[in-house]
């Protein structure tokens, strides 16, 4: 490991140079705007580097000249042997002590099934399995160092640079102490700071030393020929840190489970399509007879015309698909699955956190340390009780204008939000008439008029006109939620990141979902009758459910808002960072390869920066709400979604390995936040699902009517959509309402409700009927929820949270290590003994033997 005459035993942050000067795993790299650099720039640069070198490391200057455009200079910092050792113990990184000596599990009898989707062995464990401990300076020689070029791994290292480099003063202002890369990067003294990659994704290091982790992550893992592989997390993990890895390993966790939800998905749909022609309702509304004689009431007032109920045939056959008995079964089993689903991946996450030695974790002082923003805002000082500093502060009075300014804020723009839908319901209230009129009189939509009915029509230009202005918000509110989260000042990196996850899923929330709630809850539920309709601002008259039911519309809007989402996201993550990486090296391709340095390739690229797995997040829970609040209307949703994340893993990985430079590597037990959002979202989609089978499916007014209404005992179903279907006399019509013309003479319409007909002595009065409808309902919603909900918890209480193996793998790991440490202290203290050491008493050495005894017993 000999570089630029250092001495062998000495290793660099990551390896050395190979022969022709490409770096393996190189050093933290940064790079600063060398030739307009202000004298106070230049004074905390000197400063700050000159105490890099007296923490211990070992620091490199590329001149500008040497640089592909002229004007940037290169600092690669090194880390030697003494500084990872150091800072080791005080990041109390874990080390190995000793091989595992537990027996690995019975092998599972599926392996040999599952063996195409495993990825080789030296790529998935590429290390052997350790018991671990923190390490300790004074005693090296416990723990198994066979190459200390190789025994911090790229993560580790990259972390303790980190910690130095985020640390590190570079100047006192004010009478305080200024430290910091991030500060330097602020205030332009730094142009970036980075990691270095180890190699081209393209090819491996020249270096046979190096281990090319890069192109080992490319070729297994990034390309998207290997979506049917498993995902390598221990060279993730390895590579790019516990923080990376713990998403990557809850995403591939995630779709796994996806795939029993798809499947059953797949065969209620396909339940659906079988019984198509075998459902009664469907073949009354195609009937001529039935159909066919049944004249319904104009759906707008006086442009729409009387219409027959047949013409809705190929969507009342279509709506079947999604609104059947399959549906009921696969709402609660959905339910089930979430609990299954968030209960496994604890189980799994428990694991990871023994495999990762995390199981002792606390958050890093780097996320619980004040922000420079908050450092620099704040003016005012107190004494810390803690630390007996004086350190800043922000008054309560300056707090409460700020979460007054943020609270109105984050309220005008969800009150912007429900003002978008409410434009949008009132698009499709205006253009309804629109579309009936211009399908009518135009030939051309003939053909198709059976299926394309003015309500799809308005449902699918209302849905992509949402989803538009979905968008348009989205791209605002995400620059608006930083604003705000910036102005609050929060004191520490955890807090600012938790504030900034709420504000956005709570706009994120209300920007996606506040449609299909409208769809699901809203739409047809308060349409008034014939004669006596209800009007949004007194204009507009509300809009009406296909005799059909409103469940195809809402399965329509959800497919189009997430299906939409989803190929927009895969547009952004993957299309504009390749843009932007071919347009910023465009003039470097026309320089040789040995001109243009890893380093400047490395600048070159994308900036993961550290809200960049917060949007992979916040993307893959809003794609979690769509499966689980809306999925009784569209069984289909957990299939779109597998399909989705299958190309999601190998779209993240890809960017991450080719279009962005290395991220600094972080810790994390968990996926934080993110997994009370997903608690709480399973237990709204139990209510949501029950209230959309309840009042948007139109299975409650059918069981009612077979249980207690059917007259028919040989086809109990015959006759529902009649009885269903109210009278309205035309004459009752106020002249707002009445059509401008009836050709046929009509002397009756129908409308869906249950209503006394006209020559009832309680006209237009809601029948008992209904009333036996909406206590059905109604105790249909609070028995599935109430068995739902039990089934839930019965289910969490069943599985624990954490393997039995794993709980006896930490046992003895921490027995192993106990032991290791007293067995270690006694030997110490009998060559102490050996040597005459006066300090070293014989009571000592007791109370040492009597410590490992009761150790032993424990």
Request: charged fraction near 25%; aromatic fraction near 14%.
């Amino acid at each position: 490991m000999n570089r630029l005459g250092k001495k062998a035993n000495e290793t660099l942050i990551e390896m050395a140079l190979s022969a022709d000067g490409e770096e393996c795993n190189g050093p933290e790299t940064i790079s600063t705007a060398g030739s307009e650099i202000p004298s106070s720039s230049e004074e905390r640069r000197k400063e700050f580097e000159s105490n890099l070198q007296k923490a211990g490391l070992e620091l490199e200057t590329e001149d500008k000249k040497e640089s592909e455009d002229g004007k940037i200079f290169f600092v690669k910092i090194h880390a030697p042997w003494e500084v990872l050792i150091t800072y080791a113990e005080v990041l109390n990184i874990k080390v190995p002590i000793r091989e595992n000596d537990i027996p690995p599990m019975v092998e599972n009898p599926l392996d040999c099934v599952l063996f195409p989707l495993r990825l080789p062995e030296k790529v998935m464990h590429p290390e052997p399995d350790y018991f671990t401990a923190p390490f300790s300076k004074d005693k090296q020689e416990l723990y198994l160092i066979n190459d200390e070029s190789t025994f911090f791994s790229p993560s580790m290292r990259n972390r303790i640079v980190n910690y130095i480099l985020t640390r590190c003063p570079y100047g006192t202002e004010e009478g305080k102490k200024k430290f910091g890369i991030k500060r330097l990067l602020n205030n332009g003294t730094y142009t970036a700071a980075y990691p270095l990659h180890d190699c081209q994704y393209w090819k491996k290091a020249s270096d046979p030393n190096c281990d090319s982790e890069r192109y080992t992550l490319y070729m297994e893992w990034a390309r998207f020929l290997r979506f049917y592989k498993e995902q390598p997390l221990v060279l993730i993990r390895k590579y790019y840190g516990e923080k990376i890895g713990i998403y990557f390993a809850w995403l591939g966790f995630y779709t796994e489970m996806l795939f029993l939800a798809a499947v059953v998905g797949l065969i209620c749909f396909l339940y659906g399509l079988f019984t198509m022609d075998e459902n009664m309702s469907s073949k009354e509304i195609c009937d001529p007879a039935i159909g066919g004689e049944i004249i319904m009431c104009p759906l707008c007032d006086r442009d729409c015309e009387y219409w027959r109920l047949n013409t809705t045939c190929e969507a009342s056959q279509y709506s079947h698909l999604f609104d059947n008995v399959a549906t009921l079964f696969f709402a609660i089993f959905m339910g089930i699955w979430v609990t299954l689903f968030l209960e496994f991946w604890k189980r799994r996450q428990a694991r990871l956190k023994y495999e990762w030695d995390l199981v002792d974790f606390e958050e890093e002082q780097q996320q619980l340390q004040l922000r420079p923003e908050y450092e620099a805002k704040c003016t005012q000082k107190k004494k810390n009780p803690v630390t007996q500093e004086m350190e800043p502060y922000l008054p309560l009075t300056s707090q409460a204008v700020r979460f007054c300014i943020s609270g109105a804020t984050v309220l005008f723009w969800v009150s912007l939000i429900i003002a978008s839908m409410i434009a949008v319901i009132v698009y499709r209230l205006a253009v309804y008439a629109a579309f009936a009129s211009l399908m009518e009189n135009t030939q051309t939509l003939q053909p198709i008029s059976g299926l394309l009915t003015p309500q799809l029509a308005t449902s699918v230009t209302a849905s992509c006109l949402n989803f538009v202005i979905i968008m348009i918000l989205n791209f605002f509110y995400e620059r608006i939620a930083i604003w705000i989260t910036d102005m609050e000042i929060p004191r520490t990196h955890m807090e600012y990141e938790n504030r900034l996850t709420m504000k956005m899923f709570l706009f994120q929330f209300v920007n996606y979902y506040s449609s299909c709630f409208y769809v699901a809850f809203f739409k047809g539920k308060f349409v008034g009758y014939p004669g006596a309709y209800t009007y949004m601002f007194n204009r507009w008259r509300n809009e009406e459910c296909d005799p059909a039911g409103c469940l195809i519309e809402l399965t329509t809007q959800l497919t189009i808002v997430m299906a939409g989402k989803q190929i927009w996201g895969n547009i952004q993550e993957a299309i504009v960072p390749w843009i932007c990486n071919w347009w910023g090296r465009r003039k470097a391709r026309n320089n040789p390869e040995n001109l243009y340095s890893r380093w400047e390739q490395d600048h070159d690229l994308q900036t993961f920066g550290a809200l960049g797995l917060f949007y992979e997040y916040l993307e893959m829970v809003i794609q979690f709400g769509f499966i689980t609040l809306f999925v009784a209307s569209f069984p289909l949703a957990p299939l779109l979604a597998l399909m989705n994340n299958i190309l999601e893993i190998r779209v993240d990985s890809w960017k991450l390995t080719t279009q962005y430079r290395r991220p600094v590597a972080a810790k994390a037990h968990s996926i934080g936040v993110w997994q009370e959002i997903l608690n709480g979202m399973a237990i709204l989609s139990v209510v949501t699902n029950a209230f959309i089978v309840a009042f948007t499916s139109d299975m409650i007014p059918r069981l009612v009517y077979y249980y207690a209404y059917s007259e028919n005992e040989d086809s109990p179903m015959s006759g529902y959509i009649n009885n269903s279907l109210s009278v309205f006399q035309i004459s009752d019509f106020p002249e707002r309402n009445e059509p401008k013309e009836n050709p046929e003479n009509f002397v009756i319409c129908r409308y869906r409700d249950y209503r006394y007909p006209p020559d009832h002595e309680r006209k237009y009065l809601h029948t008992m009927q209904f009333w036996h409808i909406l206590a059905a309902k109604l105790a249909f919603i609070i028995i599935m929820e109430h068995v739902v909900f039990i089934v839930k918890f019965f289910v969490a209480w069943m599985i624990p949270d954490v393997p039995a193996d794993v709980k006896a793998k930490i046992k003895r790991e921490k027995y192993l290590t106990q032991k290791i440490l007293h067995e270690y202290e006694l030997e110490k203290l009998k060559e102490r003994l050996c040597q005459g050491d006066k300090r070293a008493t014989e009571k000592e050495f007791i109370a040492t033997e009597g410590r490992m005894e009761l150790s032993r017993a424990m």
